[in-house]
């Protein structure tokens, strides 16, 4: 059921990972609390890719490692296809999570360098045998292994023959990444949470790995929760976006419907911020003055306030709710951009 403030989401039974009223907190000494991620509610229907994006420090990696409970999250619920995560716990949620797997923003850092590629990959079905092709143990377990490792390979433009026997510092940036996406695959996952994983790599590169998703995607029914700070990347890729500011969801909707018309003063601010070939094309009154706050010491009411041009009293006064201004377009400000603000 969906709780305060998250009246966009859809019914339970419509999506495949549903995440409700999350709160993840730190304890940074001294008696402070980093509050990274507030009350963020989110849905993505099976087949859907949910683009996730904001400036750096906006808690977007901090939002996707909670739905993996690494770590847990301070409250709030995450279900996976009607199974909420934050109340299993050891063996439970270690065979659940098998079925959402994350690709990491830093490809060669994510592979250990002592290892070859075959066993790389393998590793998941080494610690779950269970997710072969065939259920089954004994002579025929080792052979369905390197069957389903040659598979995936195989499925991002990789030959188990050719690269089977070497290490991940005898590949480039973009090579290593097609090999954590085999590595993911591996256990057949429902869920494909991608943690910014093209910002490391070249714009050519880039490119070749979001068309590579896109395929994979269709090829394997994957769900995908597409973290960036890129909006091009973005919206090449996402049915849905997410704007998040300071820990906080600003504007969620279509991909098309929030580039074309944002609602959210931040959503317009980040848009105006993407370089034009006209260099006289940006308007100054969209450029943003100061910096995000701390996340020490967050702004009363609306967080993004003390840098909209469109505050008033009453957004320091009142957190805004995310609430409805077009067909599955949601936007959490006392005054959106398709209305005038108060006077």
């Known amino acids: 059921m ?12 419509e999506v495949l990972l549903q995440v409700t009223d999350l709160h993840v907190e730190y304890s940074a000494g001294r008696g402070r609390t980093v509050r990274a991620v507030s009350g963020v ?20 990696s901090t939002t996707a490692h909670a ?8 409250s709030g ?7 909420d995560l934050t109340t299993l716990g050891g063996e439970e949620l270690r065979r659940i999570r098998t079925g959402l797997q994350m690709i990491f923003q830093d490809p ?9 590629v075959a ?5 998941g079905l080494d610690i779950w045998p269970d997710h072969l092709p065939r259920d089954q143990q004994g002579a025929g377990a080792a052979a369905d292994a390197t069957d389903r490792v040659r598979a995936v390979l195989g499925s991002v433009g990789m030959d188990l023959d050719e690269v089977g026997t070497r290490r991940p510092h005898e590949f480039s940036g973009g090579q290593c990444q097609r090999l954590c996406i085999a590595r993911a695959l591996v256990l057949d996952p429902r869920v494909l949470i991608c943690d910014e994983p093209v910002s ?21 029914g994957l769900t995908m929760l597409f973290i960036a700070h890129d909006l091009a990347v973005v919206k090449s890729i996402s049915d849905r976006v997410c704007v998040m500011y300071l820990g906080r969801i600003c504007e969620i909707g279509p991909t098309d419907t929030i580039f074309d018309l944002p609602a959210h003063p931040y959503t317009d601010a980040l848009l105006a911020s993407i370089p034009q070939l006209d260099p006289g094309g940006g308007a100054e009154e969209d450029v ?16 993004f306030r003390t840098r909209c041009p469109r505050a008033t009293e009453l957004c320091a006064e009142q957190v805004p709710e995310l609430s409805e201004v077009s067909g599955g377009r949601f936007v959490a400000c006392h005054f959106p951009l398709t209305g005038d603000p108060a006077q």
């Open 119 to 123: 066993d790389i990959v393998r590793e």
């Open 41 to 60: 509610s989110f849905d993505v229907a099976e087949g859907e890719t949910l683009g996730l994006v904001g400036e750096s420090g906006c808690g977007k």
């Open 77 to 83: 619920t995450v279900v996976l296809d009607g199974v």
């Open 200 to 220: 490391a790599l070249d714009v050519s590169i880039q490119a070749q790995i979001l068309n590579l998703l896109e395929d994979l995607k269709e090829e394997y």
């Open 67 to 74: 739905v993996l409970q690494l770590p847990r999250p301070a």
């Open 288 to 303: 943003l003055a100061g910096d995000p706050p701390s996340p020490f010491d967050v702004p009363s009411g609306c967080r």
């Open 2 to 13: 969906a709780g305060v403030g998250s009246s966009h989401l859809r019914p339970s039974d």
């Open 108 to 116: 060669i850092a994510s592979l250990n360098p002592r290892r070859r």
